[in-house]
Each structure stands twice: as structure tokens, then as C-alpha cells.
């Protein structure tokens, strides 16, 4: 028998990939620092540090891993709390002039990418995500695994959706997996993704780059779905509309979505289509709509009223206190009890929305390939609500 391994398994990536691997009857081992059993007949849950490459062979020495799905993220630093939309666009705006100016200063531009990188949390200063998925391949490479493909998930930072039209000359919507040229700067997803191909050895890849993703998960590095949907549902508990997080410039923003079961079914085809293997596809809906329609058709499927203000809401703030209303509220309706500091990341979704700039991806390349199942952008928020509602996480 061969196994499926998925690494980041609690994260809103991981997640939607155990679903669709066991949805369709693979055996899947389940990997992360820190994970619950899982009730699935076909899942095995294992709590290990794949970085750690002893403790990880023994985890996995009962298993046959065939397949490789690296969809964890290392915990090299915190996420900051996020400046004001209107400091965070002035401080973007001087880097962009001091590159402008002084970018003949040897070494300058390259800092100032450096230092944006950073900030953006687009690299692990100790590359530790890079050497974690260098232990999972030699693990897996070696008795009594036999692997034979690797999936990577990445996301739109490959293309600087971090940096935007300022900081990147050559930003242009929608992003094509074929033509758009990588961002300048360090970004962590470049170096794991040439590593894939100079060292795939009798063994394939496929990389697969996400838009804001649309999942659930146990204890998510970034949960924006999540966050905006359980935003949403605890304004109309608290009696109050569905105030968009971003200010007026975000919600003008059009933007491409990547539900978790795309995420998951694209992996499951990368994995067993030759046309797949040894190339990056984009995953996202392949359309852009502005956040203000997006927001509407979220609020409507709560059947909440949306408020949009000028100022936009932090919601690293508006989320203080908020646990004790969720508890009331899953103990009324018999939710799954869950930790709002676990599975939200309302400081990530602040940085989020500081960005005033368009995002969206083409999907040409994938349907050439053969994968033809893309959902319809409008529908991808009411949908995951309708999934949220399913597994007993929201009710309103």
C-alpha cells in the first residue's frame, strides 16, 4: 500500500489537501508539531517536527510514503501588528522614491528588498521552511518510502503580491503562470521552488500558488478566510452589520480567491497527471472582483447587513474579548468548541488589507493540462460558509 504524507496538515492549506486525498480513499498520514486525532478511518494523525529529520524517520517508519504534499510554513518569527493602512502606504511610497533616487548606490536596492521582505514575512531568515522540506524529501526518499512525487504550495508573493506596482516595476494583473515574470527581492517561495527542480531525481514535483485561500484548520500560520468569515459572524451576534476589515482603498481593491477545496482537488490531480509533474500552475478562481461585491456576498450568506467604513476596522483590536461572546454562541447552537486565538489571525489579515492594489491569476495553464473543475468566484465565500456550517464551526 502507499501512503500520501501531508506536512502542515493543521494549517488552512494542509487541511483542505487531507480532505480531498481521503475524500477520494487514499491513505493519508497527517503530520504537524502539534495535531489531533483524526477520525477518518484513512487519516493517521502523527505529531512530529518534520525540520527534525531523525524524529521524523521514525515517525514515518511504518509507513510507505509514495507521496509528498509540503504545505507547512516554519515558525521563524511572529507576526507584527500591523501599522495603519495610510503609514503602511507612506512607508511603502518612500522605499519605492529612495529605489527611484538612489537606487545607483551599489547594494541599495537590493537592502531595501531585503529589508520589505522581512517585514513582509516573505523569507525565513534562517531558511528554515526551505530546510524542512529538505528533510521531508530525503526521509521519504529513503526505505521503506518510495517516493515518486512532491507537491509544493506556494502563493502570490512568487509574482510580489507582498510589494505591489511600487516596489515591483513589473506588477501586472492578472498574474500568468507562463509569462509573469518573479518578483525582485528574496521570497522564500523562489528558493524552495528551484531547489524542487534541480534536485528532483527519479522522483517528480509540481508547485501549486495559491491567492488568499479560502480553508480551515486546527491551528493555521493564516487563516484570512477563516478571520473574515468568523469577523462577520460575531458582528451580527453582537448585533451589528458586517464591517469590512480594509478602508476605502481596500475595498476597491479586485481581488482573486482559492477555495480550499480547489487547493485540494488541484493537488490530488497534480499528483496523478503526468502533464502536471515538473511544472507551477496557479490556483485560484481566475477571476477579480472588488472586495465591497465580495464582502456582500459573505454578509448575505450570514444574512447580515454589510457596513463598509472609510477607516476600515483592525482587527487585531476588535477581536479582544471576543471568546466569551463565540463560547456563548457554540454552546447555544451546538458548535464544535473551538479557540478563536487558534484558529483566527485577525493581525494577518490587517496586514492583509493594507494593500490598495489588484490581485488576480489566469488558469489558462491548468485547464490546458486537463483540470477543468474551477469554481466561480462569486460563489467561493458562500460556499465556504455553507462548508464552515457543515463541519458545526459557524451557525449565525
Known amino acids: 500500500m502507499s501512503d500520501a504524507l501531508v506536512v502542515g496538515a493543521t494549517g488552512s492549506a494542509g487541511s483542505s489537501i487531507v480532505d480531498a486525498l481521503a475524500g477520494a480513499g487514499r491513505?493519508?498520514?497527517?503530520?504537524?508539531?502539534?495535531?489531533?486525532?483524526?477520525p477518518r478511518p484513512n487519516v493517521r494523525a502523527v505529531a512530529v517536527d518534520a525540520s527534525q529529520r531523525v524524529p521524523l524517520q521514525a515517525a514515518l517508519a511504518s509507513f510507505r510514503i509514495t507521496d509528498v504534499y509540503f504545505a507547512a510554513r516554519a515558525r521563524s518569527g511572529s507576526r507584527r501588528r500591523a501599522p495603519s493602512p495610510r503609514r503602511a502606504r507612506r512607508l511603502i511610497a518612500a522605499m519605492a522614491g529612495a529605489r527611484r533616487g538612489l537606487g545607483w548606490i551599489p547594494g541599495l536596492s537590493r537592502a531595501i528588498d531585503r529589508r520589505y521582505a522581512l517585514a513582509s514575512l516573505a523569507i525565513d531568515p534562517d531558511d528554515a521552511t526551505l530546510r524542512m522540506l529538505q528533510e521531508v524529501i530525503a526521509?521519504?526518499?529513503?526505505?521503506?518510502?518510495?517516493?515518486?512525487?512532491a507537491l509544493l504550495v506556494t502563493g502570490a508573493m512568487h509574482y510580489g503580491v507582498h510589494m505591489g506596482p511600487r516596489l515591483h516595476p513589473g506588477y501586472r494583473v492578472p498574474f500568468d503562470d507562463e509569462s509573469s515574470p518573479r518578483c525582485p527581492g528574496p521570497v522564500w517561495y523562489h528558493d524552495a521552488e528551484d531547489w524542487l527542480r534541480a534536485h528532483a531525481d527519479g522522483w517528480t514535483w509540481t508547485v501549486l500558488r495559491a491567492a488568499l485561500l479560502l480553508g480551515h484548520g486546527a491551528r493555521p500560520a493564516n487563516a484570512l478566510g477563516m478571520t473574515l468569515v468568523l469577523w462577520a459572524a460575531l458582528c451580527k451576534l453582537r448585533g451589528e452589520p458586517a464591517r469590512f476589515p480594509g478602508d476605502a482603498a481596500a475595498q476597491a481593491m479586485r481581488w482573486d480567491l482559492t477555495p480550499g477545496s480547489l487547493l485540494g482537488d488541484m493537488s490530488l490531480w497534480s499528483s496523478t497527471t503526468p502533464a502536471a509533474w515538473g511544472r507551477a500552475f496557479n490556483c485560484a478562481c481566475g477571476e477579480a472582483l472588488a472586495w465591497r461585491e465580495l464582502w456582500a456576498e459573505l454578509a448575505a450568506s450570514l444574512d447580515v447587513a454589510p457596513a463598509y467604513p472609510r477607516a476600515g476596522v483592525r482587527l487585531a483590536d476588535a477581536f479582544v474579548g471576543a471568546q466569551a461572546i463565540w463560547d456563548a454562541h457554540a454552546r447555544a447552537r451546538d458548535l464544535r468548541p473551538l479557540r478563536l486565538d487558534e484558529i483566527c489571525?485577525?493581525?494577518a489579515v490587517d496586514s492583509n488589507f493594507v494593500m490598495s492594489w489588484d490581485v488576480s491569476m489566469t488558469m489558462n495553464k491548468a485547464r490546458e493540462a486537463g483540470f477543468g473543475a474551477i469554481p466561480r468566484l462569486r460563489d467561493a465565500l458562500p460556499q465556504?460558509?455553507?462548508?464552515?456550517r457543515a463541519r458545526r464551526i459557524v451557525a449565525v
Do not use: G, K, S, W
Open 345 to 347: 489571525t485577525p493581525a
Open 384 to 388: 465556504f460558509v455553507a462548508e464552515l
Open 139 to 149: 526521509v521519504t526518499r529513503a526505505r521503506p518510502h518510495a517516493l515518486r512525487h
Open 27 to 38: 491513505r493519508v498520514i497527517a503530520i504537524a508539531r502539534r495535531i489531533d486525532p483524526d
